[in-house]
């Protein structure tokens, strides 16, 4: 029987989740199976073994979610964020033995590794699959500036602050979309993302993807939940929703986009290298 591969797919209105996962798909042989991250299958849902890249914020739906999942999932699990919210579920006596036995765990931030470090955990900070990306075969447009997900206020700022074309863009969507649809739209963003002279964020999972296809850009930090970017942060160039919008405080050169840092390149490096061996494995 040959080897079967899963892929999550997610419930959410939220485009990052689905990058996520198009980072991991670009590993797979095949998706055989597709997962709902928040509902993971359990003992009685899964007839075979099936190989899943376990990657990404676990779990917005936690009351969903049945932890530990299947005998059957064989995960690799890195890139592994685990949510305030879910840490009953996922630090229970019964989901840490989980975690035990599925050694070392990739964290892809330094809260969810100090949470399981400090539970006896081997863990490591892998960084985010995401950084995995590769660039598609799209031109660079220098007069392209992308605008993603940022407020009123930050958008007219920025069209004051350079003539380039700006184009504005969101990582929400319409949760109640299919798998495939949401997959599309994600990667329209990243072919966009790639083609552009320089990017403005607030969303993570656009300024990962772009330091991962070397477009210049700026994270903006205005997340309540900031634990998710310990760690990630180093990675790429931010600054404060206030620095940004305030006079004198903080200046961007649209006209010449400074370079991402390269901080990046040995954890993709590494998680590359990981999740190969993970597959080949079988």
């Known amino acids: 029987m040959s080897q079967k591969y899963g892929?999550?797919?997610?419930?959410?209105?939220?485009?990052?989740?689905?990058?996520?996962?198009?980072?991991?798909?670009?590993?797979?042989?095949?998706a055989d199976y597709h997962?709902?991250?928040?509902?993971?299958?359990?003992?009685?849902?899964?007839?075979?073994?099936?190989?899943?890249?376990?990657?990404?914020?676990?779990?917005?739906?936690?009351?969903?979610?049945?932890?530990?999942?299947?005998?059957?999932?064989?995960?690799?699990i890195t890139s592994f964020h685990i949510s305030p919210g879910a840490q009953s579920l996922f630090l229970s006596e019964s989901g840490l033995q989980y975690l035990k036995e599925k050694e070392p765990i990739g964290c892809r931030d330094l809260y969810t590794l100090g949470l399981l470090r400090r539970r006896g955990i081997k863990s490591f900070f892998s960084a985010c699959l995401t950084l995995t990306l590769n660039r598609p075969s799209v031109e660079r447009d220098d007069n392209l500036v992308v605008a993603n997900d940022l407020s009123e206020e930050m958008l007219v700022k920025i069209s004051k602050d350079t003539d380039k074309h700006v184009?504005?863009?969101?990582?929400?969507?319409?949760?109640?979309?299919d798998a495939k649809s949401k997959f599309q739209k994600a990667e329209a963003l990243l072919r966009l993302y790639a083609k552009a002279s320089c990017v403005v964020t607030t969303r993570l999972h656009c300024a990962l993807p772009c330091i991962a296809m070397n477009t210049?850009?700026?994270?903006?930090?205005?997340?309540?939940?900031t634990e998710r970017f310990f760690g990630l942060n180093a990675f790429v160039f931010n600054?404060?929703?206030?620095?940004?919008?305030?006079?004198?405080?903080?200046?961007?050169?649209?006209?010449?986009?400074?370079?991402n840092p390269k901080s990046h390149l040995p954890y993709r490096e590494l998680l590359i290298q990981s999740v190969e061996r993970f597959i080949g494995a079988s």
């Open 7 to 30: 892929l999550l797919v997610y419930s959410t209105d939220n485009l990052g989740d689905e990058i996520q996962s198009l980072a991991a798909q670009r590993f797979l042989p095949s």
């Open 35 to 76: 997962f709902d991250r928040d509902a993971l299958p359990g003992d009685d849902d899964l007839g075979e073994s099936v190989k899943l890249i376990m990657n990404g914020w676990f779990s917005h739906l936690s009351q969903r979610l049945r932890w530990p999942p299947s005998k059957n999932l064989d995960p690799l």
């Open 167 to 177: 184009v504005f863009t969101s990582n929400k969507v319409d949760g109640t979309l």
């Open 216 to 225: 210049p850009v700026l994270l903006i930090n205005r997340a309540a939940d």
């Open 239 to 259: 600054t404060s929703e206030f620095d940004f919008l305030a006079q004198d405080r903080f200046y961007y050169d649209f006209e010449n986009p400074i370079e």
